[in-house]
């Protein structure tokens, strides 16, 4: 039998195990995937162990059970959840509702795809019968004599045995974006001028637009306008501005950054609001900013509207989805080849 964590202790390793950048981060550390985790560990259902595991004994699983830690006690279980006993105790980790979150959202949708889980292809998903086992390189990130360095380096060396370049990449991105250093953020615009900006995950997101997203989705790209959250300033190239109709003053209420796409037959103006808390592109903002452009003389129709985050899976994107304006777009520093839109245009999916 593996030696054990308790169910809070290994809740507590997850993050380490699981930064942001990764897919469905919130199932992966959530308390639900910590006690998927621990029965796991405790009826020895583990690559090459003794048991597989379904989500029976893990919505069965009491405080009391739990607490009895010798190998009999966890065996008894293990042995009990094969036929219709019960565990020991009444203090229940979870109803026999949670069956289909934990066998769904924990184990198929997230522990698997990580790499953290293997599921027997023999047995079917909605099949009543065990299937799931740790993979023996993610069991050993919870051995309780791993800590420290120790730790850190085995957690280093599971990650890229077991997780796809992509997801890699997307984790190293976004460690990148947000950390928050002394030195200052130097930025490299399209025409080869620099500026430095306060450090910062604004600051990091802004040089990720400018450097990155701006030359990957326009033709031509300028920057106009750029804001530094740190010292509430906004640097504005009027001269740029009035070039192509625009007439702003840098004391208006302006975007983060503003980008003009020349490659077109009509310049694209493009408003980006960096979003490292909160202040995305709501419909508020998007209507004041049109009124704004049209009060600068610019044609409406060629105005694109879009906020920058750090990663989808953090908290600043799924706490300001929902306040998101149709008709804006939505970039990933983590993921920066793709673009989210938000559409109402009736369109044949496929």
């Known amino acids: 039998m593996p030696d054990l964590l308790t169910r809070d202790q290994i809740r507590t390793r997850l993050p380490e195990i699981f930064p942001n950048g990764i897919p469905r981060r919130t199932y992966a550390i959530s308390p639900a995937a910590a006690a998927t985790i621990f029965v796991a560990l405790y009826i020895n259902a583990v690559e090459g162990g003794t048991e597989v595991l379904q989500p029976k004994p893990i919505y069965r699983m009491t405080e009391e059970q739990a607490a009895l830690t010798s190998g009999k006690d966890r065996e008894a279980f293990a042995k009990a959840m094969r036929g219709r006993g019960q565990a020991v105790g009444t203090t229940r980790w979870y109803q026999d509702n949670s069956r289909e979150t934990i066998r769904d959202d924990v184990l198929r949708e997230t522990l698997v795809p990580l790499g ?206 929902g306040t998101l304006a149709w008709g804006s777009y939505a970039w990933f520093m983590s993921e920066p080849e793709g673009l989210l839109e938000l559409t109402k245009t009736r369109r044949t999916i496929g």
């Open 116 to 321: 953290a889980v293997i599921a027997d292809p023999n047995v079917t998903i909605t099949a009543n019968k065990p299937r799931y086992v740790l993979s023996s390189g993610f069991a050993a990130l919870f051995d309780p004599s791993l800590e420290g360095e120790a730790l850190a380096a085995a957690i280093t060396a599971w990650r890229s045995s077991a997780l796809s370049p992509g997801t890699l990449a997307r984790i190293a991105l976004t460690l990148q974006g947000a950390t928050t250093g002394n030195d200052d953020v130097l930025i490299t615009f399209p025409n080869g001028e620099t500026r430095r900006m306060r450090p910062g995950p604004s600051a990091n997101i802004t040089k990720a637009i400018i450097e990155d997203f701006a030359p990957r989705f326009l033709a031509q790209p300028v920057v106009i306008a750029t804001s530094d959250s740190a010292e509430k300033v906004t640097t504005l190239d009027e001269a740029r501005a009035k070039a192509i109709g625009l007439n702003v003053k840098a004391d208006q209420n302006l975007p983060d950054i503003i980008l003009v796409d020349l490659g077109p037959a009509d310049p694209l103006l493009v408003f980006v609001e960096v979003v490292a808390t909160d202040g995305p592109v709501s419909e508020r903002r998007m209507e004041a900013l049109r009124q704004l452009v049209a009060e600068a003389g610019f044609p409406p129709a060629h105005v694109a509207f879009v906020t920058a985050y750090l990663d989808r899976s953090a908290a600043p994107f799924r706490s300001t989805i």
